[in-house]
C-alpha cells in the first residue's frame, strides 16, 4: 500500500472513532514534525511540547479533513502554524518565509530512521535530536549565531549579514561550517545504524 493510501486508510479510520490509528500516524510522523518545529524553536523540549499540541489540534481538526491534501502536508501545516503562533504567543520574531516539506525533510538529518518503530530506533532519533542542539551550543560564538538566526528566526543571508556586521560570504561561509560540524557529529551516530534492509540475507 502506497505511504499516501495508509494514512488515508488511518485518517478514515480515526473518523470512524478509531483512537489507535490515531496513535499510529503519531508514532509515523512525530519526529519529523519534532524536527520541523526545530527550525522555529531552538529549545528540544519546547519542540516536543510543540509538536504533542500539533498533534492534538490535527485530531481535533481531523473530523473536517477531506483528503483534498496529503496528510503530512496538512500536518505539516498545522504543525508551522503552532510553532509560529507559539513565537508570537511569547513575543519572539517569527521566521519571514516559511518551511516548505521539501526543506523540512533536508534538515532532518535522521529521516532515514523514520520507518523502524523499534525501542532502539526510538532512542536513537531522540539521541540526534539532542545532539543536534548540543552540537549547535557547543560551536564558536558566530557560527552559532548565523546558523540559528538562520534556522531559528528564518533570516536571510543579507538580514543576517547586517545584523552581525559581515559580508555575505562570511556568513555563508559561517553556516556552512555549522552545518558542516553538525553533519560531522550525527555521522558516526548514524552509520552505526545498520539498515534493515542490509542485514536480510
Known amino acids: 500500500m502506497a505511504e499516501n493510501d495508509l494514512d488515508q486508510e488511518l485518517v478514515r479510520r480515526v473518523q470512524q472513532g478509531d483512537s489507535t490509528a490515531f496513535d499510529a500516524l503519531v508514532r509515523k510522523y512525530q519526529h519529523r514534525i519534532v524536527a520541523l518545529i526545530g527550525r522555529y524553536i531552538a529549545d528540544w523540549s519546547e519542540c516536543q511540547d510543540l509538536a504533542q499540541d500539533a498533534f492534538m489540534r490535527a485530531y481535533r481538526a481531523l473530523p473536517n479533513f477531506r483528503g483534498d491534501a496529503q496528510f503530512y502536508t496538512w500536518l505539516h501545516r498545522i504543525a508551522v502554524n503552532t510553532a509560529k503562533n507559539h513565537l508570537v504567543a511569547q513575543k519572539r520574531r517569527p521566521p519571514s518565509a516559511d518551511i516548505d516539506v521539501d526543506d523540512a525533510e533536508q534538515f532532518d538529518s535522521a529521516i532515514r530512521l523514520r520507518d523502524n518503530d523499534t525501542p532502539e530506533r526510538e532512542l536513537m532519533r531522540q539521541q540526534v535530536e539532542q545532539l543536534v542542539l548540543r552540537v549547535v551550543e557547543g560551536l564558536p560564538t558566530e557560527l552559532r ?12 543571508y543579507e538580514e543576517i549579514a547586517e545584523k552581525m556586521g559581515c559580508p555575505i560570504g562570511t556568513v555563508r561561509s559561517r553556516i556552512f561550517r555549522a ?5 560531522q557529529e550525527l555521522r558516526p551516530l548514524l552509520d552505526a545504524v545498520p539498515d534493515s534492509q542490509e542485514r536480510k540475507h
Open 145 to 156: 549565531e548565523a546558523i540559528s538566526l538562520r534556522e531559528v528566526d528564518g533570516l536571510s
Open 179 to 183: 552545518r558542516e560540524a553538525i553533519d
